[in-house]
């Protein structure tokens, strides 16, 4: 008696509304945190008042955890974070919390200035106009008053500056 191999069949289609596998994502330090205050039960009401934030902030990361690894709930996503090797869930038999990371520091009006005015240097290779909107708001104008100035929209002025400093890099 002779076996033969089989090749293998096919997968199988899948079902009506399933979702694909997500792809390998990096999440951010505050949704890692979020997802753990899931894993140990706590509320988003308890779990800022221990990380000493807002409430809105807890729920925006986890929204954003959920969304991002394609999970079907936040106990879901915890799930697939934790498969996925983005969240460390021996804290949770310990009981800790990590810190939540912090807000870098906002800028002074005088660094904005100056970051205005570098980019404005950088705005003559992308266009004159973009130009002459860096320097301006570098000269310490708000976007209203440059588009007055220059007859442009604010909505133009904003498009300028975002491009420019996508452009030049500091966004």
């Known amino acids: 008696m002779t076996s033969s191999v089989q090749p293998l069949a096919p997968a199988e289609p899948r079902a009506a509304g399933a979702r694909p596998t997500p792809a390998p994502v990096e999440l951010t330090p505050r949704e890692q945190v979020a997802l753990i205050t899931v894993a140990v039960g706590l509320t988003q ?3 800022a ?3 000493g934030t807002s409430e809105r902030s ?3 990361a986890l929204v954003s955890a959920v ?3 394609g999970a079907r709930s ?3 996503a915890v799930a697939v974070a934790a498969l996925m090797g ?3 869930l021996r804290v949770v038999g310990r009981g800790e919390l990590p810190e939540w990371p912090l807000d870098p520091p906002k800028q002074t009006g005088a660094q904005i200035r100056a970051n205005c005015v ?3 240097e950088r705005a003559a ?3 004159p106009r973009r130009a002459r909107v860096m320097a301006l708001l570098g000269e310490g104008l708000s976007p209203k008053e440059v588009a007055a100035r220059l007859g442009l929209s604010r909505r133009m002025v904003y498009a300028d500056r975002a491009a420019v400093r996508e452009r030049s890099g500091s966004g």
């Open 45 to 47: 009401g308890a779990a």
């Open 49 to 51: 008042r221990r990380l």
């Open 58 to 60: 807890i729920r925006r």
């Open 67 to 69: 969304e991002r690894l």
């Open 74 to 76: 936040q106990a879901h």
């Open 86 to 88: 983005q969240l460390d």
């Open 118 to 120: 570098l980019a404005a």
């Open 125 to 127: 290779r992308v266009a």
